[in-house]
């Protein structure tokens, strides 16, 4: 379920304690198991890993303000190239992601809310804030140029529909002519951008015929696998629609496996047309 709300989202933020956080198990889970919902498949253009309780310190040799304070920005710092490191490990996330689309926020409530051993900007919060600041405003001005493309439209077609009025009409002329200019100018390109996708695709489509059968047996029957349990899991697959997941909790989705090199064949191509 939680795979399909990530598709739909333009940021994922994933949350977690900054202690052990490099090796927080769920968290990485996530970006492991969902990458193809998240990049060319999705809407996704940025994740956030944000490491809460940043103010907790369990010792420090200067126990002033400003010892105490650089202790904890020390130890944020680290905790961020430790993630870091991490996310570089991720080859399939890192095909859909750059490291200017992944960001680690090392983060404080508490010291945000009440100023005690960190400035509030030492808690990051600002940042998101300004993140997000910054969301809403881009949200906001797409709907304001869909608003008034619409009304420009409204007025062309108004203009078109009123009888003897010379200027009106010769003004609706004039847009319309304008309209089929630009129109032209857009379907050039992504006339290109088609087929450009379709020779992909048939490339792709070639790679899956020739490669189909090694795909089925490497997903049903791996090396390491009894011939009673290739036959149990092939029967969970069928049962499933393509889709099981074993008594260790890993999932076996067939259907993407098979469809790996269709995705695989326009993974670069879409990156360069969707930046």
């Known amino acids: 379920m939680w795979k399909t709300v990530v598709g739909s989202c333009s940021t994922v933020w994933i949350v ?32 956030h890993f944000i490491c809460t309780k940043s103010d907790i310190i369990k010792k420090s040799k200067d126990h002033s303000a400003a010892g105490v304070r650089a202790s904890i920005l020390k130890t944020n710092d680290r905790v961020k190239k430790e993630v870091k490191v991490e996310f570089s490990k991720l080859k ?45 405003d881009c949200h906001s001005e797409t709907l304001n140029y869909v608003s008034g493309a619409r009304g420009i439209l409204s007025l062309i077609q108004g203009a078109s529909r009123r009888e003897g009025d010379d200027i009106k009409t010769a003004v609706y002329k004039v847009l319309q002519q304008k309209m089929r200019n630009e129109l032209d100018k857009v379907r050039k390109p992504m006339k290109e951008t088609n087929l450009a996708f379709e020779k992909c695709l048939s490339a792709g489509v070639e790679k899956c015929k020739s490669s189909c059968e090694t795909i089925l047996e490497s997903v ?56």
């Open 16 to 47: 977690t304690d900054r202690n052990g956080a490099a090796s927080e198990p769920e968290a990485w889970k996530i970006l492991k198991s969902a990458p193809s919902f998240m990049g060319n498949g999705g809407q996704c253009q940025h994740i």
């Open 92 to 136: 399939e996330v890192k095909k859909h992601f750059s490291d200017e689309s992944f960001k680690v926020f090392t983060v404080s409530s508490k010291e945000f809310l009440k100023k005690k051993r960190l400035e509030r900007d030492d808690t990051e919060i600002p940042k998101l804030q300004e993140f997000l600041q910054d969301l809403n």
């Open 220 to 275: 049903i029957h791996p090396p390491n696998k009894s011939g009673s349990g290739f036959h149990g899991t092939l029967k969970c697959i069928v049962q499933h629609d393509g889709i099981h997941k074993t008594t260790k909790g890993k999932q076996i989705n067939l259907n993407m496996e098979l469809a790996s090199c269709l995705t695989k064949s326009i993974d670069e191509k879409f990156k360069k047309t969707f930046p």
